[in-house]
């Protein structure tokens, strides 16, 4: 059963997904009565996104599946590989756009038509909206695929910011200038390589267990301290697995206490922290000794 968290970041891709379907097909075909390259590019890259959406979408989804014996943490690490699919889908796109970019270049043609900049200007508008709508989505349930879904709204916005630019020189200054709009989509294709390694790094620390969590270390040592019996706490290690995290506490208890009584302390520790914190998943606690009160 999908939790709210959850149920969110599924709707948030199913509009990606819906969007980027609506807006691919409308950049091609705008582009091609349109005579603009860059503008081509744009419903190119929109294309990869519609894939990438799928696959993040399809990431949730697998998500969801409960622990096995084989994946006795469940099946969130799922999501960090499916964002490293979705940067292979725009490096693919970038460069498939830089290539017919230089090629275009090279070729004389006329300068593309003015109706395609009230098509783009558009485009921008519901993009920076769409990539406001789902980057706030990925920051409150903790999601990084659903943040690289966001920044995919983001680079769609600027590069069809940038053909919008492109295309207004060359009906400008009209002849001479016809290829500003290539070199606009030619420009974009670094951008989207650019954003491709921001959406990768934060995937690959997360896959590779790179600390980045010091603040949620931080309240949850302030949690434990308000648990009776609980003296202190020393290592606390953090993991991220998708929306979820799993924890490795070291809290340390009256030494001179039974085993018995250590066990319940630890599952009482362990219990005011996944009330306080739903979002972790797994916790191990290992009881330090620590002062005796006798």
């Known amino acids: 059963m999908a939790n709210s968290r959850e149920r969110s970041a599924i709707k948030a891709s199913y509009f990606s997904l819906l969007g980027n379907v609506l807006l691919a097909t409308v950049k091609l ?3 091609f009565l349109g005579n603009s390259y860059a503008l081509i590019a744009d419903g190119i890259e929109s294309t990869a996104d519609v894939f990438s959406s799928g ?3 399809f990431g949730f989804k697998y998500a969801q599946r409960p622990p096995d014996a084989n994946h006795p943490f469940g099946h969130s690490r799922i999501e960090p590989l499916i964002t490293f699919s979705v940067v292979a889908f725009l490096v693919t796109s970038a460069t498939i756009i830089a290539y017919e970019s230089i090629i275009n270049i090279q070729i ?7 109706c395609t900049l009230i098509v783009l200007a558009l485009i921008i508008l519901w993009k920076e909206l769409s990539y406001r709508h789902v980057i706030h989505k990925g920051n409150k349930i903790g999601s990084t695929s659903l943040k690289a879904d966001a920044w995919h709204h983001r680079s769609d916005a600027i590069t069809s910011l940038i053909a919008f630019f492109g295309i207004s020189i060359a009906l400008i200054f009209g002849e001479g200038y016809e290829m500003a709009d290539d070199w606009a989509a030619l420009l974009a294709s670094a951008f989207i390589l650019y954003n491709s ?3 990768f790094r934060p995937a690959l620390g997360e896959i590779m267990d790179e600390h980045l969590y010091d603040d949620l270390v931080t309240e949850i040592r302030e949690v434990a301290h308000t648990v009776e019996g609980i003296q202190g706490t020393e290592k606390c290690f953090v993991r991220k ?5 799993l924890i490795e506490l070291h809290a340390m208890v009256d030494g001179k206490i039974s085993v018995e009584e250590g066990h319940v302390l630890a599952h009482r520790l362990q219990n005011e922290i996944q009330r306080r914190f739903p979002e972790i998943i797994h916790i191990t606690i290992h009881i330090e000794p620590g002062k005796s009160a006798h």
């Open 241 to 245: 697995a998708g929306m979820n995290y």
């Open 197 to 199: 390694y921001r959406i």
């Open 55 to 57: 696959l993040v979408l």
């Open 29 to 31: 075909v705008s582009g």
């Open 108 to 114: 004389p043609h006329s300068a593309p038509a003015p």
